[in-house]
């Protein structure tokens, strides 16, 4: 049912239009000034209005523009006179729906109600259709956000680096992985680095010629080459990298790369190489070793019969001393190459660790090398039993200690540590000598490999691939840090459970 508000000033007319709107089933109000329409208008909300615009006191237009300001979809029709021509142009444009002439007649008052619920139903409808309209380009933003934040999360989450450019190298996209990798955060990449700082000069350069021929996967696509990245610290990374070229309308754009960290991938090669390498090594030393002991003892013992034979000729038996002291040394070499090589069973059982460390340690505390240098000690007291052959053990921590002398020649500090770390027991050896460059510290655990003259009988380079041997028959492993002037880390880390 409409409700429909008469405002007019006759008493005869108002009558005469409610009966008329009653009879078609409208619902009707009724005010005989502006102001009464007014309050009623408030109150009572009418969807229409017929509103005569000659009345006492407030002028019927003053009426609708207050009206119209309560409620602009109200459909107000205007009642006019003769001759009110001018007055109703000026409500019409007043936004007024509608105006009629008085007498209103029965038919053209109907009609008008009519058109004007008509066009309360259209905007009504076109109000709906507006919300729903706006419901649904919510949800598809909605949608659509969703798809962007899904896909970031993918970007920011992956395990590699995902690193995206502009055209001319600007970063936009560096996401955790990368940040992890190359050690710059994204507040201090994006928008503000460029790509050719990410590698090593001529790198990226090199890249894009890549991405951009034929030979690694199709023009615009890079499958998976090893280069090198440049940390924040400096230090050069190895990882593969995939990359691919980015298009707009048709247009190289930028490119998307994605870095994996090969570091673990190297350390395991080498270390395998280095187990292969130790082993034939072994194997084929060890059968020569054999076959020069036994000739080497012959001439040992026939140079002190011989020294007895001359000991009153004192340049024969000088000489003589030579021989043996010579022979004497390439049986020790002999002796060591045969240590390195042999299988024999260990004798494993539980030892507090820092014994087996102060034992070592009671050996060479009171050798000349040992005076000069401070001894710290640094040991975990909650450190569970570790289950080792002590005495090779302590021909590892021996030489390492030894090499630890040898590198700061008579003064400086030793620090030894045993500390536990997760399921491991980490042994350490920090000393405060001369240190050792990278292309060093990548040889030291091959075998014969020294930088210690050996015509002095002091270094043979076995000693660290004998250690590297038997703390892999442990299960364990070796690792070293070292900074060339500053001094050097041994870590021997054990497993506990080991049995
Ligand atoms: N703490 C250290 N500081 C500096 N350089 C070291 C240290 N430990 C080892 N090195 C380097 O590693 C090389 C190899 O060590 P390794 O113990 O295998 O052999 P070596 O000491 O030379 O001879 P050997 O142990 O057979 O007497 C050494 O010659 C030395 O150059
Ligand atoms: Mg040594």
Excluded at 54 to 62: D, L, V, W
Excluded at 221 to 227: C, H
Excluded at 251 to 262: N, P, R
């Amino acid at each position: 049912m409409t409700k429909i508000l008469v405002v007019d000033d006759e008493e005869s007319i108002r009558n005469l239009m409610q009966m008329n709107l009653e009879l078609d089933g409208h619902s009707t109000l009724m005010a005989e000034d502006g102001l009464t329409a007014l309050e009623i208008f408030k109150e009572e909300s009418p969807d229409i209005v017929l509103l005569d615009v000659r009345m006492p006191g407030m002028e019927g237009t003053e009426v609708l523009s207050r009206m119209k300001a309560l409620n602009a979809d109200a459909e107000i029709i205007i009642v006019t006179g003769h001759g009110d021509m001018d007055l109703a142009v000026e409500c019409l444009r007043k936004e007024a729906s509608n105006f009629l002439t008085k007498p209103v007649s029965e038919e053209l008052l109907s009609l008008s109600v009519k058109r004007a619920e008509e066009k309360l139903a259209l905007k009504h409808k076109l109000k709906q259709y507006t919300r729903n309209l706006e419901t649904l380009v919510r949800e598809a933003n909605l949608e659509l956000e969703r798809a962007y934040q899904f896909r970031e999360n993918i970007i920011e989450n992956s395990p590699d680096a995902i690193v995206c450019i502009r055209k001319g190298g600007e970063i936009i996209i560096w996401n955790s992985a990368s940040e992890k990798l190359i050690g710059y955060t994204k507040q201090e990449v994006v928008g503000k680095m460029n790509i050719v700082e990410v590698y090593p000069p001529g790198v990226a350069k090199q890249i894009m010629k890549y991405l951009r021929s034929d030979d690694f996967g199709g023009p615009g696509t890079l499958q998976k080459i090893e280069v090198l990245v440049v940390h924040k610290s400096g230090k050069e990374i190895p990882v593969y990298i995939s990359a691919a070229l980015l298009y707009e309308e048709g247009k190289e754009a930028g490119s998307v790369g994605i870095f994996t960290d090969l570091r673990e991938k190297k350390k395991l090669e080498k270390q395998l190489l280095r187990s292969e390498k130790l082993s034939s090594l072994g194997k084929l030393s060890a059968g020569i070793a054999h076959e020069i002991n036994q000739p080497l003892t012959g001439v040992l013992t026939f140079a002190h019969l011989l020294a007895k034979k001359f000991k009153d000729d004192e340049q024969t038996r000088k000489d003589l001393d030579i021989i043996v002291r010579e022979t004497t040394r390439i049986r020790g070499i002999v002796q060591g190459i045969l240590d390195f090589a042999r299988e024999m069973p260990m004798q494993k059982k539980p030892w507090r660790i820092e014994t087996v460390v102060e034992q070592t340690l009671q050996i060479v505390v009171n050798q000349q090398r040992f005076f000069g240098i401070e001894l710290v000690r640094d040991y975990d007291p909650d450190v569970p039993d570790v289950v080792v052959d002590a005495n090779l053990m302590e021909q590892v921590f021996m030489n390492v200690i030894l090499n630890a002398l040898d590198a700061m020649s008579g003064s400086g500090t030793l620090t030894v540590r045993v500390k536990r770390n997760d399921d491991m027991c980490d042994v350490s050896f920090e000393d405060t000598g001369c240190g050792m460059p990278d292309e060093i510290q990548d040889k030291i655990f091959d075998p014969f490999f020294t930088t210690k003259d050996s015509t002095e009988g002091m270094g043979m380079g076995l000693g660290l691939a004998v250690s590297y041997g038997i703390i892999k028959n442990h299960n364990g492993d070796i690792a070293v840090t070292s900074q060339v002037g500053k001094g050097t880390t041994f870590t021997i880390r054990l497993p506990l459970d080991n049995t």
